[in-house]
């Protein structure tokens, strides 16, 4: 199938959710968690990236979230992102729900994102309660391996979603809604495997919307996908969009 069966889809199928997973961000030079080369390969994620490995040792877990941070910080949206951002100003993409912490798709453009993950966009003292934005936590990692609370001194827990932790509620029941009321559920680069986001595309087939899929390499569901481009964000999806966008006279 091709990016026009793709474009057709989303012009005839609204409204088009779409689910964004790492492979959506590996194009902006950001390591996915799951593939062979991925960071899970390099770092245990019981040990860095648990909540019970940062209650037990949070400056061994900012070890690992510095650099990644940093990392977070420096690249920049790709085509994809761009796309998706296009097609939401275009009217075709409702909302996007995305595993990604990165913030690629809101300095993209998008608007409406349901981050289900958590994002870098803040961090919480778990002593105090407080919370900081990304630019006070860059702040004091300028100066630190760990960013201590300025206020009572405990180390900043980043609000993204540890193993061991749950989905942010509210998040997650917005996914949810937003899966039942498409008629077109996207997923790009995403291979579906973790729960509960891996349970998106049921609530959208089961409500009689349809799944398509972009992503390099097999989903758990392909075979319940109408369509599916086994290739590159980055080079699809600003086809569809170029496909969508209004003819000039
Ligand atoms: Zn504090």
Known sequence: MSVSGLAALIRERQPCVVLTGAGVSTES?????????????????????????????????WSFYKPRVAMLTEAEPNPAHLALAELEQLGF?????????????????????????????TSTCPGCGRRYELAQVLDLLAHADAPACPSCGWLLKPD??????????????????????????????????????????????GTGGVLAIVNHGPTG?????????????????????????PRRA
């Open 29 to 61: 030079g950001i390591p996915d968690f799951r593939s062979p080369t991925g960071l899970w390969a390099k770092f245990d994620p019981l040990e860095y990236g648990s909540i019970e490995a940062f209650r037990r040792d949070p400056r061994k877990v």
């Open 93 to 121: 993409v409702e909302a996007l729900v995305t595993q990604n912490i990165d913030l690629l798709h809101e300095r993209a453009g998008s608007r409406q994102v349901v981050e289900v993950h958590g994002s870098i966009r």
């Open 160 to 205: 993204v979603v540890f193993f061991g932790e749950l989905l942010a509620p509210a998040a997650i029941d917005r996914a949810y809604e937003l899966a039942r009321r498409a008629r077109l559920l996207l997923v790009v680069g995403s291979a579906l495997e973790v729960y509960p986001v891996a349970g998106l595309p049921l609530e959208t087939i």
């Open 221 to 245: 569901f392909d075979s319940q996908a109408v369509l599916k481009i086994d290739g590159s964000a980055g080079e699809v999806l600003p086809q569809a969009a170029a496909a969508l966008r």
